[in-house]
């Protein structure tokens, strides 16, 4: 979440940012905008050490903000929302383009081509999944959350969440810091399960469950063949963030 009044102060140099935002808001309300409808009250620290409500908003609030002030100092944002979009709506209309992109997105962060193909791979298997899902009775996003879940403890023994605990990750994507074996059997487990639902013709939530523990357990038992053979977990706390500089202290 982020401070509204924040924002307004940078973008703006109003010598009020607050009396600035409640003119704004004021205005945008007059004219039927959605965009206040993003904002909530939340208790933030101030100058003086006390907390006081504050309209705050999500990103996607924060920017929908941004598009209302006028500032030369928001335009670079604009610019950029509007570079963003663009370029989303040529993904949508040639997919291929959205494929080239996350490759070299993944290739600046310095992963591996080896690595970038398991990863490349496990997405179009995941998005095949998906769209079983929806097509069988999926259409929640609590219901992807819960069938994911299922399959991830089918294979690993533990949620995603629990998987991001043991790897230091917070809103990082779990995937990203998987390494090869990680994702070799997440592709395994989710793979399976929807050659389950296909094969079974499965339908509704509950029907899907049962698929997902068992694609899972499939990739789950592989899994644990191969931890007996190397004789160490598959399971890894290693990650792919960016490693910390030892700073060193002047005595």
């Not at 070299?104 to 990863?119: A, V």
């Not at 059997?185 to 698929?211: A, C, P, W, Y």
Request: proline share 3%.
């Amino acid at each position: 979440w982020f401070s509204v009044v924040d924002v307004c102060e940078v973008l703006t140099d109003s010598v009020d940012a607050g009396a600035y935002w409640r003119k704004l808001k004021q205005r945008l309300k007059e004219e039927g905008s959605e965009v206040v409808t993003f904002c909530h009250g939340l208790k933030l620290e101030s100058s003086d050490d006390k907390r006081y409500i504050t309209d705050c908003s999500n990103t996607e609030g924060i920017f929908r903000i941004i598009q209302s002030i006028p500032s030369p100092k928001a335009e670079p944002f604009k610019r950029w929302l509007a570079k963003v979009g663009y370029e989303r709506v040529q993904e949508i209309e040639n997919p291929e383009i959205a494929t080239k992109r996350t490759r070299m997105l993944y290739k600046l962060k310095g992963y591996s081509d080896d690595w970038i193909e398991k990863r490349m791979r496990g997405i179009a298997i995941r998005e095949e999944l998906t769209d079983e899902w929806q097509k069988r009775g999926a259409n929640e996003q609590k219901d992807y959350e819960i069938l994911t879940a299922e399959i991830s403890k089918a294979i690993f023994g533990i949620t995603p969440s629990e998987y991001k605990k043991v790897k230091g990750l917070k809103r990082e994507n779990l995937r990203d810091h998987m390494d090869d074996f990680e994702l070799i059997f997440t592709m395994l487990g989710e793979r399976s399960t929807t050659e389950i639902h296909k094969t079974e013709n499965s339908g509704g939530v509950s029907k899907l469950t049962q698929d997902a523990k068992r694609g899972g357990r499939i990739a789950g038992i592989a899994k644990e063949q191969l931890e007996k053979e190397i004789g160490r977990p598959v399971v890894s706390k290693n990650n792919f963030l960016p490693k910390k500089k030892n700073v060193k202290k002047l005595k």
